[in-house]
């Protein structure tokens, strides 16, 4: 299962239903916040995965506490959202608040629920994630390569598949930014996905932090 299915799918879904029934978010915002989030989460495991520790640690939570279940159990989404707090805290370190912030501004989705929305969100992906690494059978040593196999994959079916507007945001993000735009072109997407509404920041923000994870760096 490719990350767009993830998303796109009934796990994706569930998620949404779950967040909107709680937070009163309407679900197209809960699924442009998912489709930003989830690559952005995956980059930064890639990037630590880079540590030989950070990739040890990642590998042994993976095979302790993330074996997909997660994936076909909606029941988990909720029961899990404090250890998604924490996974997210490990995950971005000092630049969270920066993120969640970055991320509220693009979304308009207030920053007292994005927080909790990603919380439900970072037990499904690091699911995601220890499924496939099940299914590559791969050690700490092979993990970057299966997060950036992840990631590409995405990329590539986002741009292939131009019918879902999810698949555009993916595409941009995953893209470095594809639309024609004079700010920046996550917001457009967004704006688009969102019934035109949303905040237009223009040009840095959550887009430079993901050209600048994304883009090639």
Same mark, same amino acid.
């Given at each position: 299962?490719?990350?767009?299915?993830?998303?796109?799918? %009934?796990?994706? %879904?569930?998620?949404?239903?779950?967040?909107? %029934?709680?937070?009163?978010?309407?679900?197209?915002?809960?699924l442009a916040l998912l489709a930003v989030a989830a690559p952005l989460i995956i980059s930064y495991l890639r990037k630590k995965s880079q540590d030989s520790n950070e990739a040890e640690a990642l590998n042994n939570a993976l095979d302790r506490d993330h074996d997909g279940s997660i994936l076909n159990d909606s029941s988990q989404l909720e029961a899990r959202q404090a250890e998604g707090?924490?996974?997210?805290?490990?995950?971005?370190?000092?630049?969270?608040?920066?993120?969640?912030?970055?991320?509220?501004?693009?979304?308009?989705?207030?920053?007292?629920?994005?927080?909790?929305?990603?919380?439900?969100?970072?037990?499904?992906?690091?699911?995601?994630?220890?499924?496939?690494?099940?299914?590559?059978?791969?050690?700490?040593?092979?993990?970057?390569?299966?997060?950036?196999?992840?990631?590409? $994959?995405?990329?590539?079916?986002?741009?292939?598949?131009?019918? %879902?507007?999810?698949?555009?945001?993916?595409?941009?993000?995953?893209?470095?930014?594809?639309?024609?735009?004079?700010?920046?072109?996550? $917001?457009?997407?967004?704006?688009?996905?969102?019934?035109?509404?949303?905040?237009?920041?223009?040009?840095?923000?959550?887009?430079?932090?993901?050209?600048?994870?994304?883009?090639?760096?």
């Open positions: 299962m490719s990350l767009i299915d993830l998303l796109t799918g %009934n796990t994706g %879904n569930e998620v949404a239903q779950q967040a909107e %029934n709680k937070f009163g978010i309407s679900r197209n915002q809960v707090g924490s996974i997210l805290s490990h995950i971005f370190g000092g630049e969270k608040q920066t993120v969640e912030n970055q991320l509220s501004q693009n979304t308009g989705i207030s920053i007292d629920k994005i927080g909790p929305i990603l919380a439900m969100l970072a037990p499904v992906i690091m699911g995601y994630i220890g499924k496939e690494k099940q299914q590559s059978n791969v050690g700490a040593g092979g993990l970057g390569d299966l997060l950036g196999g992840i990631l590409g $994959n995405a990329s590539n079916q986002a741009q292939a598949q131009q019918s %879902n507007p999810l698949n555009d945001i993916l595409g941009s993000v995953l893209g470095g930014g594809q639309s024609q735009s004079s700010g920046n072109p996550l $917001n457009d997407i967004l704006g688009s996905v969102l019934g035109g509404g949303g905040n237009q920041q223009q040009g840095g923000g959550l887009g430079s932090i993901l050209g600048n994870l994304l883009g090639g760096k």
